[in-house]
């Protein structure tokens, strides 16, 4: 996947909040109203919709508005960056486990083939 | 897994900066010293070990201290509470693909049936 830092950037910081996190998890059930969305939130509305905002820029929701009413929802594959960046990590560590087992029985064989 | 909401902010905060991507994808060949980790980086040190205690903070490295020579190594699993959530996720969006796949499936039938 060709991806600037920027945008892992941009994903990862949009992730690193409880309201926005919230806000994924209502809509992985489905999209949803700014309305219905900021109902369990204590929060002045200007500061929810700044959250709402964050995730659109981060490319995590979409909104559409029709008359006064705008709907939020998830926006298919966008964690697959985030996912991607994990995997990566992850083979490169197995990877490291491998070669390490590898060198620790190639030196068991080589102690037991000396005594 | 019990996790509070506050570990997972720190996690995503501390992976949303390149600079700790860059070290975390560094380590996951193994482990190194500060001076080895520093170096690709055009950054004063005082910067750079900020962004190592960042890390620290968040759970995902550890280091110890050897005479003058401080290491700093992956702490295994440390990835676990990202990749829960982001599956959780997606075992939401599926549930929630899934139900609608049931719903149009039974919609055709009455409809065929209607007919």
């Known amino acids: 996947m060709n991806l600037s830092p920027g945008q892992l950037d941009t994903l990862f910081q949009a992730l690193g909040d409880p309201t926005r996190r919230a806000i994924l998890e209502r809509l992985a059930r ?32 979409e909104t559409s ?16 960056p985030v996912r991607s960046w994990l995997d990566e990590q992850r ?14 029985t190639r030196l068991m064989k080589e102690r037991a083939d000396g005594s």
Chains 1, 2 share one sequence.
């Open 30 to 61: 489905g999209p949803a109203t700014v309305t219905e969305l900021a109902g369990p939130f204590d929060m002045a509305l200007p500061s929810f919709l700044g959250h709402v905002r964050r995730l659109e820029g981060a490319g995590l929701v």
């Open 91 to 104: 083979a490169l560590w197995e990877g490291r486990l491998d070669r390490l087992d590898d060198y620790l």
């Open 65 to 80: 508005k029709q008359g006064r009413t705008r709907t939020v929802k998830l926006v298919p594959g966008a964690f697959t």
